[in-house]
C-alpha cells in the first residue's frame, strides 16, 4: 500500500467536498492511502502574500513542519493549495533570510521546518505513481464512447517545471484514456479560469470561462474534467452566468478527474459526490453512472 | 546583471526587497510577458510596461493602476520568460506595495477582497466561503451581491455552501495566530540590503 499525508485545503470542506470524497474513494480502490494532515490550516492562498509575504509562508510552514514529522509525501489536491505549499518550499530552500525567519516564527508555535517535505499534486499521484496497468485492471465500465476535455488549469503545472510539461501537460490525457475514454484535444487546457477574480472582476473571469468552454464544446467534448477546485467552482457553477450574460448556450458537464475515475470503477455515485455537480450530467453520464 | 542592481532609484529597490522582485533588473523588454497576459488588454499597463515604468521610478503611476490587480497568478508569463524573471512575482510585490503605502484602487475590487480573504484566514485559519463572500460583497457594494445571488442559491442547494464551516480547535488556533503574530513582528525588511538568494538567477 502507498500512503501519503493529505492536505485538504479549505474548498475540500466547503464548496468542493465531492472532489475530496471522491479522491479518498478511488485511493481505496487503488490501494492507496491519503492520511489526512491533523490540524492543518489554510494555506493562505495568493491574498495573503499580498498582504503580509512572511506571514504567508508561514500560514504554509506550520502546515509542513506537521507533515515533516510524518514523513510522507505530501498530498494537495487543490491545484492553489500544490502551488503555494510548493513556492514555500522554494523560498525556504533559495533564500536563507526566509528559511531563518520562517523558523524564528514556527519557534513562537513550538514548531520547526528544515525542508525535507515532498509537496505533490494528486493528479501526479494518480497518474504517475500508479501505472496505467493498475487503472486499466480497476475498470468496470466501459467509457469507450466518452470524449472529454482533459482541463489542467494553470497552477497545477506552474511555475517550476515539476512532474509534467508547463503549457503541454500530458498526465490527464494518458489517465483519462487508460479509464477507457477519450481525452479531446483541448489547446486552452492550461490557461486560467479566472481563479477567485471571479468575485472582483466578474466580467473579465467570465470571459475567461467563456473561452475555455466554447474551446472544449467545439473540440466536441461531452464533458470537461478539473483538477482544481477553483476551475470546477468557475466552470461549473458559473456556467449558466455565462450563459446568460454572455448570450451563449453550453450545457457542459463539468467533472473533477476524481469522480471520472470513480465512475469507471463502477463506485457509487453518493461516494463520488456527483449529485453536488451544478450542470446536470444525467444526459451525458447516466448511462455510465452507479445508482445505489 | 546588466544593469545597476542597487541604484539610486528608491522604488527599484523596494520591489528588490521581496522574493523575486530582485529579478526585475534582468528584463530586456522583450514583450513575451505581456503576449502571454491573459489579461493585459484590460490592464492601464501592460506587465511589460509596468517594469519600464518601475525602473523609470514612476512610483505613482506605477502602484495606482490597475494592472497588478488584474493578474491571475497563472504563470504563463513566467514559464516563458527568457531571463528567469518571475513577472508573476513583481505583480505580487507591486500589489504588496501598493497596500503598504496604502495606495487606493477605485477601479478594481481585488484589493478588498485580498483583505477580507487574508483577514479571515488569520482570525480563523480557514476560510469558509459564505462568510468570506457576505463580507466581501458588504465592504464593497451589497447591491452587487444581488447579482451573485443565482450562483449562491445554486451552491447552496447542492450542498457546496455550508452554513457552518470547520473550525480550527482553540489550541490550534492559538498556535496559529502565534506564529503569524511573530511573522508580522518580523517581517522580510524593506531596504533589502540583506535580501538575496543563495543560487544567483
Known amino acids: 500500500m502507498r500512503c501519503y499525508s493529505y492536505f485538504p485545503g479549505?474548498?475540500?470542506?466547503?464548496?468542493?467536498?465531492?472532489?475530496?470524497?471522491?479522491?479518498?474513494?478511488?485511493?481505496?480502490?487503488?490501494?492507496?492511502?491519503?492520511?489526512?494532515?491533523?490540524?492543518?490550516?489554510?494555506?493562505?492562498?495568493?491574498?495573503?502574500?499580498?498582504?503580509?509575504?512572511?506571514?504567508?509562508?508561514?500560514?504554509?510552514?506550520?502546515?509542513?513542519?506537521?507533515?515533516?514529522?510524518?514523513?510522507?509525501?505530501?498530498?494537495?489536491?487543490c491545484s492553489d493549495c500544490y502551488l503555494i505549499l510548493s513556492r514555500t518550499n522554494q523560498h525556504f530552500k533559495e533564500y536563507p533570510e526566509i528559511r531563518t525567519k520562517i523558523n524564528e516564527a514556527l519557534a513562537a508555535g513550538g514548531l520547526e521546518y528544515h525542508g525535507t517535505v515532498r509537496v505533490r499534486h494528486i493528479l501526479d499521484v494518480f497518474a504517475n505513481d500508479i501505472s496505467p496497468e493498475e487503472i486499466k485492471t480497476n475498470v468496470k465500465v466501459d467509457l469507450s464512447d466518452l470524449k472529454v476535455a482533459p482541463y489542467y488549469g494553470c497552477q497545477v503545472v506552474r511555475p517550476a517545471p515539476s512532474f509534467d510539461d508547463m503549457e503541454n501537460p500530458q498526465s490527464l490525457e494518458r489517465l483519462i484514456e487508460s479509464l477507457g475514454a477519450k481525452a479531446v484535444p483541448y489547446p486552452l487546457k492550461t490557461r486560467c479560469c479566472g481563479g477567485s477574480l471571479i468575485l472582483s472582476e466578474e466580467d473579465i473571469a467570465l470571459g475567461l470561462v467563456r473561452k475555455l468552454l466554447d474551446n472544449a464544446a467545439s473540440n466536441g467534448a461531452d464533458c470537461v474534467v478539473t483538477v482544481c477546485p477553483f476551475c470546477h467552482l468557475n466552470l461549473d457553477a458559473y456556467q449558466k452566468m455565462v450563459n446568460r450574460r454572455l448570450k451563449t448556450n453550453f450545457n457542459l458537464p463539468v467533472l473533477f478527474f476524481t469522480q471520472l475515475m470513480g465512475i469507471a470503477f463502477g463506485i457509487e455515485s453518493k461516494a463520488l459526490g456527483l449529485q453536488e455537480n451544478i450542470v446536470p450530467l444525467e444526459k451525458v453520464l447516466a448511462r455510465y453512472i452507479k445508482q445505489p | 546583471?546588466?544593469?545597476?542592481?542597487?541604484?539610486?532609484?528608491?522604488?527599484?529597490?523596494?520591489?528588490?526587497?521581496?522574493?523575486?522582485?530582485?529579478?526585475?533588473?534582468?528584463?530586456?523588454?522583450?514583450?513575451?510577458?505581456?503576449?502571454?497576459?491573459?489579461?493585459?488588454?484590460?490592464?492601464?499597463?501592460?506587465?511589460?510596461?509596468?517594469?519600464?515604468?518601475?525602473?523609470?521610478?514612476?512610483?505613482?503611476?506605477?502602484?495606482?493602476?490597475?494592472?497588478?490587480?488584474?493578474?491571475l497568478s497563472c504563470y504563463l508569463c513566467?514559464?516563458?520568460?527568457?531571463?528567469?524573471?518571475?513577472?508573476?512575482?513583481?505583480?505580487?510585490?507591486?500589489?504588496?506595495?501598493?497596500?503598504?503605502?496604502?495606495?487606493?484602487?477605485?477601479?478594481?475590487?481585488?484589493?478588498?477582497?485580498?483583505?477580507?480573504?487574508?483577514?479571515?484566514?488569520?482570525?480563523?485559519?480557514?476560510?469558509?466561503?459564505?462568510?468570506?463572500?457576505?463580507?466581501?460583497?458588504?465592504?464593497?457594494?451589497?447591491?452587487?451581491?444581488?447579482?451573485?445571488?443565482?450562483?449562491?442559491?445554486?451552491?447552496?442547494?447542492?450542498?457546496?455552501?455550508?452554513?457552518?464551516?470547520?473550525?480550527?480547535?482553540?489550541?490550534?488556533?492559538?498556535?496559529?495566530?502565534?506564529?503569524?503574530?511573530?511573522?508580522?513582528?518580523?517581517?522580510?525588511?524593506?531596504?533589502?540590503?540583506?535580501?538575496?538568494?543563495e543560487v544567483k538567477p
Not at chain 2, 112 to 121: A, K, M, N
Open chain 1, 10 to 77: 479549505c474548498c475540500m470542506q466547503e464548496d468542493s467536498r465531492a472532489y475530496g470524497t471522491s479522491a479518498q474513494a478511488v485511493a481505496k480502490v487503488l490501494d492507496a492511502e491519503l492520511i489526512e494532515l491533523d490540524e492543518w490550516n489554510c494555506c493562505g492562498s495568493t491574498p495573503y502574500t499580498v498582504v503580509d509575504e512572511l506571514s504567508a509562508f508561514c500560514c504554509c510552514a506550520r502546515n509542513l513542519a506537521l507533515a515533516e514529522k510524518r514523513g510522507l509525501d505530501l498530498v494537495a489536491a
Open chain 2, 1 to 71: 546583471m546588466a544593469t545597476k542592481a542597487h541604484g539610486t532609484n528608491d522604488f527599484i529597490q523596494e520591489i528588490s526587497a521581496l522574493p523575486g522582485g530582485e529579478k526585475i533588473n534582468l528584463c530586456i523588454q522583450c514583450g513575451t510577458c505581456s503576449a502571454s497576459c491573459p489579461n493585459a488588454n484590460r490592464m492601464d499597463h501592460t506587465p511589460r510596461e509596468l517594469i519600464a515604468m518601475a525602473r523609470a521610478g514612476m512610483r505613482e503611476e506605477v502602484l495606482s493602476s490597475n494592472s497588478m490587480w488584474l493578474c
Open chain 2, 78 to 197: 513566467t514559464v516563458r520568460c527568457p531571463r528567469g524573471i518571475v513577472p508573476t512575482y513583481i505583480m505580487h510585490a507591486l500589489e504588496h506595495l501598493a497596500m503598504r503605502h496604502h495606495v487606493s484602487h477605485p477601479r478594481t475590487r481585488t484589493p478588498v477582497l485580498y483583505r477580507v480573504f487574508s483577514d479571515t484566514v488569520y482570525k480563523a485559519g480557514y476560510i469558509p466561503r459564505f462568510g468570506c463572500m457576505i463580507r466581501f460583497y458588504l465592504r464593497m457594494n451589497p447591491f452587487r451581491a444581488l447579482r451573485a445571488i443565482p450562483v449562491a442559491i445554486d451552491l447552496f442547494t447542492h450542498g457546496r455552501m455550508p452554513l457552518k464551516s470547520k473550525e480550527l480547535n482553540l489550541k490550534t488556533k492559538r498556535q496559529f495566530q502565534a506564529i503569524l503574530d511573530k511573522a508580522e513582528l518580523l517581517e522580510l525588511h524593506p531596504g533589502g540590503k540583506n535580501f538575496k538568494p
